[in-house]
C-alpha cells in the first residue's frame, strides 16, 4: 500500500446519516469527545464533593483527548493544531508526577 493511497483512505468521505465523513474526521470527533470527557468528570467530582476539584481522571483524559487530537493535527498537515496540543501532554504528565509525589510525601 503506498502513501498515496493511504492518505486516500483516511481523508475520503463516506456518507453517513447525509454528511460526509470520512475516518480523520471520526478520529477527530474522538478526540475531541476523549478531551471534553474531562470537564463533564471535573464538573461530576465538583458537585459531588460540594467544591471544586480536580479528579487525577481528569489528567488521564486530558492525555489520552490531546495524543488523539494531536495525531488528528498531525494527519490534517495542520501547523497551528500540531503546535497547540503538542506540548499539552508533558504539562498533564507533570501534573499527574506532582500528585502522586504529592501523595507519597502524606504517606510518609
Request: glycine content about 8%; charged content about 15%; proline content about 4%.
Amino acid at each position: 500500500m503506498n502513501c498515496q493511497y493511504h492518505g486516500v483512505w483516511l481523508t475520503e468521505p463516506h456518507r453517513v446519516l447525509g454528511l460526509d465523513w470520512s475516518y480523520l474526521t471520526l478520529l477527530g470527533l474522538v478526540g475531541a469527545i476523549a478531551f471534553s470527557m474531562r470537564f463533564i468528570l471535573q464538573w461530576v467530582h465538583s458537585e459531588r464533593a460540594g467544591k471544586s476539584v480536580i479528579p487525577v481522571s481528569f489528567w488521564y483524559w486530558s492525555i489520552g483527548g490531546s495524543l488523539i487530537m494531536l495525531a488528528y493535527f498531525i494527519f490534517q498537515r495542520d501547523p497551528v493544531g500540531v503546535l497547540a496540543y503538542l506540548p499539552n501532554s508533558a504539562i498533564y504528565l507533570r501534573n499527574l508526577y506532582l500528585i502522586r509525589k504529592d501523595r507519597q510525601a502524606g504517606v510518609a
